[in-house]
């Protein structure tokens, strides 16, 4: 009589998290992560892989590859999220994630879950967003998949190019770095605030409801933030010209906190976040105060700005014009790990919390 076999092992993700369970992915793929002509590959903004021979200046030509899936009920709310804001940001987080390896975007596939409650002109609607986007940022779909699904689902894979040398990853910082920042940060989360504040009131019945809603106009910046982000590229491209490469690059998907510590653990080094250097648009203030939050927690841990946190030497920092980024700290020797110094000149550490899937 044959035994039988003892049960798998059942363990929730959530006990493992999204990066915990990355990083037991990889370890199951084993040596089908590695290939000839990969650069980067997992774990990074993107991967990066060769395309052909150095060229006449040097340098091996490059295509920059990511994929990024939004889910409805878990990414996004149809009740406040418009159909054309929805495929404009799916382009663009994508595009983002290419901007985040200093590359140019070129080529984009979607992939779209079709519930029955989404219209043919629904979706029409949603692709005018999808074209919007990939005028904006010089990109062409050339493909993708249709599927029925039960909620809408859309993942997009953009396909990006550079030289290898103009690559910047998340490693590469170097203590007495400037930790900077592309524009302000903690608006989309205020957006997202105030777009549940106004779906809750709409949702409450009599006693004044319509009375406590936000009235959008007062907050559009904050609002446009979070519906329709823009990936900066225009900031690759300023590089370029300055001839500026920065040392390590992310870009803020998740919250400064928790990219400020990707580029620590890339780059084994410490960082410095100075509390009172955070950029915060003044709508970012005035949602926090309507909503009882502080600013510094959209900044910190809100995410979804897709501004770009960035390292440089203090040396390059005249190159660039002083409105087109913000210091927001320093890199530090690792012993000093990652932490916020507070406008009174005491640190205390800073935790990488941020948006969790699980």
Not at 49 to 54: D, E, I, K, L, T
Not at 97 to 120: E, F, H, I, K, Q
Request: contains cysteine; negative net charge.
């Amino acid at each position: 009589m044959s035994e039988i076999p003892d049960a798998q092992p059942f363990t929730p993700v959530s006990e493992v998290g999204e990066f915990g369970l990355i990083d037991r992915l990889s370890a199951t793929l084993g040596d089908a992560m590695s290939a000839r002509d990969l650069v980067v590959g997992i774990g990074d903004d993107a991967a990066v892989y060769r395309v052909g021979s150095a060229g006449s200046d040097g340098a091996s030509r490059v295509h920059v590859v990511t994929t990024d899936a939004m889910v409805e009920g878990v990414h996004f709310d149809r009740t406040y999220v418009p159909l054309r804001a929805l495929g404009w940001k799916a382009i663009a987080t994508n595009v983002s994630d290419v901007c985040a390896m200093n590359a140019r975007p070129l080529y984009a596939t979607v992939a779209l879950g079709l519930p029955n409650n989404l219209s043919v002109e629904g979706a029409e609607t949603l692709y005018v967003g999808i074209g919007q986007a990939c005028e904006r940022y010089g990109l062409a779909v050339v493909g993708g998949d249709i599927t029925a699904s039960a909620r809408l689902t859309i993942s997009v894979t953009v396909v990006g190019e550079a030289r290898e040398d103009e690559i910047v990853t998340r490693a590469g910082a170097q203590p007495g770095d400037l930790l900077c920042v592309t524009g302000d940060l903690g608006s989309a989360a205020a957006g997202l605030q105030v777009l549940i504040g106004g779906k809750e009131a709409a949702d409450e019945s009599g006693d004044g409801a319509a009375e406590s809603q936000p009235d959008l106009t007062e907050f559009a910046y904050v609002v446009e933030r979070q519906l329709m982000p823009q990936a900066r590229l225009d900031r690759v491209q300023l590089w370029a010209e300055a001839g500026i490469r920065p040392t390590s690059l992310i870009d803020v998907s998740d919250g400064l906190a928790s990219e400020a510590h990707h580029l620590s653990q890339a780059g084994t080094v410490g960082a410095v976040v100075d509390g009172g250097l955070l950029p915060v648009h003044v709508q970012t203030a005035l949602a926090a105060q309507r909503y009882d939050q502080r600013p510094e927690a959209f900044v910190l841990y809100g995410g979804e700005d897709y501004e770009l946190l960035f390292t440089m030497a203090e040396a390059d920092a005249p190159k660039l014009a002083a409105d087109t980024y913000a210091v927001v700290g320093q890199i530090v020797e690792p012993d000093e790990g990652v932490v916020l110094r507070l406008p009174d000149g005491n640190r205390v550490p800073l935790h990488a919390a941020g948006y969790k899937h699980y």
